[in-house]
């Protein structure tokens, strides 16, 4: 198995512009999670999907983020407008039984 | 709502020496789960050692150990004969042992650990 598959691994876009973040799960595994982290602020879900239901967006912080989860092998987390307070490394992780697995992230700068 | 703290932001250690990594958390679940996940300046996410609330068993993974003590929320992680690939960020993580949607982690905010040559 590949793992959680995330693309791009990094991405650069001035300030104003969308950003669309991509997140490919393990085959199988039900529950999907995004994180963002950053040094002042650390590790912090954003939000997560079970059986592709969003079920806690708690963590998004604000209307600029948006995610979808339209079928079991896909997500992607949007920015829109991008501001240079996004810039954070994005995790994608998925859920098997009581472990975690993270994907590679994505280093995100907005300038 | 869970807590986990890590009071300590960073540590060096002498390679082929022994660390001891703090972790404590607040929850009044009684039923848990323990991780330690290890952050190499690659990024990369990496699961170092899980343990079971119900389980009084320490868990161990080779050079990683950790000593949990249930009653003090305490869950400290010991790395052995440290290794200069063991060099990363650290983060403690609580989840609670629930089968249906709502298990999510909740992180500590990491310690950096620096193995000297």
């Known amino acids: 198995d590949a793992g959680v598959i995330q693309s791009p691994r990094h991405e650069v876009t001035e300030m104003g512009q969308e950003v669309t973040l991509r997140c490919k799960p393990i085959?199988?595994?039900?529950?999907l999670f995004w994180y963002r982290q950053t040094m002042m602020r650390g590790l912090e879900l954003l939000i997560y999907f079970n059986n592709n239901v969003p079920i806690d967006d708690s963590g998004m912080p604000e209307d600029r983020f948006s995610a979808k989860m339209p079928n079991a092998s896909f997500s992607t987390l949007k920015i829109q407008p991008s501001e240079p307070r996004d810039s954070a490394v994005y995790f994608c992780a998925t859920r098997r039984i009581n472990e975690q697995f993270f994907g590679p992230g994505t280093r995100l700068t907005v300038l | 709502a869970q807590t986990v703290t890590q009071s300590q932001p960073e540590m060096s250690v002498q390679e082929a020496e022994t660390v001891t990594l703090s972790c404590t958390y607040d929850?009044?679940?009684?039923?848990?789960?323990l991780f330690w996940y290890k952050q190499p300046p690659s990024r990369q996410m990496i699961l170092v050692i899980r343990q079971e609330a119900y389980k009084q068993q320490n868990a161990t993974e080779n050079r990683f150990s950790v000593n949990f003590q249930k009653a003090a929320k305490s869950f400290s992680l010991k790395i052995s004969d440290s290794q200069l690939g063991d060099t990363a960020m650290y983060f403690c993580a609580f989840m609670k042992q629930n089968t249906g949607a709502n298990s999510k982690l909740t992180f500590g905010k990491g310690i950096t650990l620096s193995v000297r040559p």
């Open positions: 085959s199988g595994h039900n529950s």
């Open positions: 929850t009044s679940e009684n039923n848990y789960y």
